[in-house]
């Protein structure tokens, strides 16, 4: 991966990163939990609007645990958080 210039880049925020990830057309986007570390994205306000934006340009969603899109949870509690992976 270094060959490829490929670098690892965290700043905290999921649109920072998620725009780095457009800018240079590729990479990946991971916010996961565990036991001591819950989920902070919240589905309905960050994780279904950055996701849209992601596989409308071409890329892939998908949750934690689950094998399938963001997109394809309903939203069922306006404070559902989880973790998920984006990428190019």
């Given at each position: 991966w ?7 880049r965290?700043?905290g925020g ?5 725009y780095?990830m ?6 990946v986007f991971?916010n ?7 989920a ?12 849209l ?6 890329g ?18 306006l404070?559902?958080?989880?973790g ?5």
């Amino acid at each position: 991966w270094i060959s490829d210039r490929y670098t690892l880049r965290y700043s905290g925020g999921m649109v920072p990163d998620v725009y780095h990830m457009f800018a240079k057309s590729g990479g990946v986007f991971s916010n996961v939990s565990s036991e001591k570390a819950k989920a902070k994205l919240r589905l309905l306000y960050e994780v279904a609007a950055m996701g849209l934006l992601v596989e409308c340009a071409g890329g892939v969603t998908t949750h934690e645990f689950e094998d399938k899109s963001v997109l394809d949870f309903a939203v069922d509690d306006l404070d559902r958080r989880m973790g998920v992976c984006f990428g190019s």
